[in-house]
């Protein structure tokens, strides 16, 4: 069984990120950036299946510029095959990688599309599901245990409401939830393995995708602000304050 | 053209969600013509009934097929595509909860446009702003006007309709073919009777600090107290302290009560993401460098197993 992979490079988790005084977006030059956390856990489940005989071949996939390179190599440290980067110096919005990503399903053909639910620089939470319905595939989001079969997967997702299981046929699209699994630490022999691992190099002319209509950035400003707290030195006071306030 | 909004419920077991409610209130402030909710369930009369109490809304369609028991997005996204179709609407809403998550990106796609996802605020129709690197950032975003907006109302960030509206409902006949390649197994509902998380006007949340999932019993019983839903941060489901659904944050849900009071939370900014719209955020931790203390309104440092049980003799 074949799996496709889907990896953003985005500002590292751990960055506390900075607003561009003109309000054209946030710093990015000189900023730590890693792999999405949520498409890392794709990754290492991907590798998992891989490991344990559920999956033979296991593909990473990147829509982005050059740099996005270094993000794959580290897909392909994980243990993934190889690798296909679509090269562009566009940001791509949802609508456009999911038209990129149902190119690459057809001419892949993988049994699984792995993806992060969600990339945390922009939050959007679309492109599994676009890809998915551009490919007419059903779709499992949120995941956080799948149970893979030759033609069907048992998915639990976790939503609002609880744990939710549904059975999908195969092709299908998987998003990745934050339990699904805790990816490993990458170990320096893997590492220099990586490095002669191929990386196939692609443009989205190359795959004939034409670009969507895009949602155009007016600005990028900072949050709304909250007001300055009190500390309070003792319970008694801070029931006080609340009453005060109304609240208990 | 005059803009006309169409707004997807959510609905769980027969009962409206109220997070439809404030899709609507979000709806409103783009000025349409006219503002329908959508109910697809597999018999949906006493849910479009619901819907059509909802201040602001013109009309409810509903559409019942054995199909709709369950909500899954590869069955309900041909259908909303249908009626957004069927009824000429130029902008298809629904709730930025699991369910509008999971469903509108899919319904943007078959419609062949772009999403926006997270609306916190609107400028116009096709203006708005939402939350970007986990609400650290606030993007002001143009969609095109040319073609049908499809979008997720962050619902924190309205509050919901009123009651009181008597709107019409009528059943709707929607030509969509139906895929069978994802079927429903089963729902793993955590049973509680204390306030549902996104509604409730007070929220009690526990973290890593409190230790156990035994040791949750505190939170349990203060928020019982004082009439609290219970919330807690990733730290606290990811060591199984508690079930996946109370967790609040970027990921989790996001919430608005008018009292938040967090214990031994230290405050990711994953966490604050999810609690940045909430009235009095009181925050209760041992260590005073904890990043929660710098969005608190109210901070005490503290054993939060000794200021608990003073809060409960406090409170009565």
Request: hydrophobic share 45%; proline share 5%.
């Amino acid at each position: 069984m074949k799996i496709l992979v889907s990896i953003k490079r985005a500002i590292d988790y751990n960055v506390r990120i900075q607003i561009k005084g003109d309000g054209s977006g946030v710093v990015t030059d000189g900023v730590k950036h890693s792999i999405n956390p949520f498409d890392e856990i794709a990754i290492e489940q991907a590798i998992r299946w891989k490991q344990a005989g559920d999956a033979d071949e296991v593909v990473a996939v990147t829509i982005g510029g050059d740099a996005a390179a270094e993000q794959l190599r580290t897909a392909l440290a994980f243990g993934c095959d190889r690798a296909i980067h679509v090269k562009t110096d566009d940001a791509v919005q949802p609508l456009t990688a999911a038209r990129v990503f149902e190119a690459l399903a057809k001419k892949e053909e993988p049994k699984v599309f792995l993806m992060g639910k969600q990339a945390i620089d922009d939050d959007a939470n679309q492109t599994g599901q676009m890809t998915s319905a551009l490919l007419e595939w059903p779709q499992a989001t949120f995941a956080s245990e799948v149970e893979l079969s030759s033609d069907t997967a048992k998915v639990t997702r976790e939503i609002d409401a609880g744990l939710e299981t549904l059975d999908v046929d195969l092709p299908a699209v998987i998003t990745t939830d934050l339990r699904l699994n805790e990816p490993r630490y990458l170990k320096l022999p893997d590492i220099m393995k990586a490095k002669k691992k191929p990386i196939e190099d692609m443009s989205v002319d190359d795959l004939g995708v034409t670009a969507a209509a895009r949602l155009e950035t007016v600005k990028t400003a900072p949050p709304p602000t909250r007001e300055a707290g009190v500390m309070v030195e003792s319970t008694e006071e801070l029931v006080s304050k609340l009453k005060e306030k109304g609240l208990l | 053209m005059s803009n006309s909004i169409l707004v997807v419920a959510d609905h769980l077991n027969g009962t409206l969600n109220e997070s439809t409610a404030r899709a609507v209130s979000c709806a409103q402030q783009m000025s349409p013509a006219g503002i329908d909710v959508l109910v697809l369930a597999d018999d949906g009369a006493a849910i479009a009934a619901e819907a059509a109490k909802i201040d602001g809304v013109t009309k409810v369609v509903h559409a019942d097929n054995d199909a709709n028991a369950h909500p899954m997005a590869a069955t309900l996204a041909p259908q909303i595509v249908a009626a957004a179709q069927q009824g000429e609407y130029s902008h298809v809403l629904g709730p930025n909860t699991t369910f509008g998550k999971d469903l509108m990106p899919r319904v943007a796609a078959k419609l062949g446009v772009a999403m926006v996802t997270d609306i916190m605020a609107v400028h116009s129709a096709y203006e708005f702003d939402r939350p970007i690197y986990a609400g650290n950032a606030v993007d002001t975003v143009k969609a095109p006007d040319d073609q049908v907006l499809v979008a997720s109302v962050r619902c924190a960030s309205y509050p919901a309709a009123a009651g009181g509206g008597n709107a019409e409902v009528e059943a709707l006949s929607l030509d969509a073919e139906l895929p069978t390649h994802t079927r429903f197994v089963n729902l793993e509902q955590h049973k509680s009777d204390r306030p549902d998380l996104q509604t409730a006007g007070k929220v009690v949340s526990g973290g890593r600090g409190v230790g156990s999932e035994e040791n949750f019993k505190v939170v349990y019983d203060f928020a019982d107290k004082i009439g609290a839903g219970v919330g807690a941060s990733r730290a606290a489901v990811d060591a199984g302290y508690v079930p996946n659904d109370m967790q609040v944050g970027q990921t989790g849900k996001i919430i608005s009560p008018e009292l938040y009071m967090c214990f031994g939370i230290s405050g990711a900014i994953q966490h604050l993401a999810g609690i940045k719209d909430a009235g009095t955020i009181v925050a209760v931790n041992k260590d005073p460098e904890a990043p929660i203390f710098e969005v608190a309104d109210i901070g005490l440092v503290g054993d939060l197993f000794k200021i608990i049980p003073e809060l409960d003799e406090a409170v009565g």
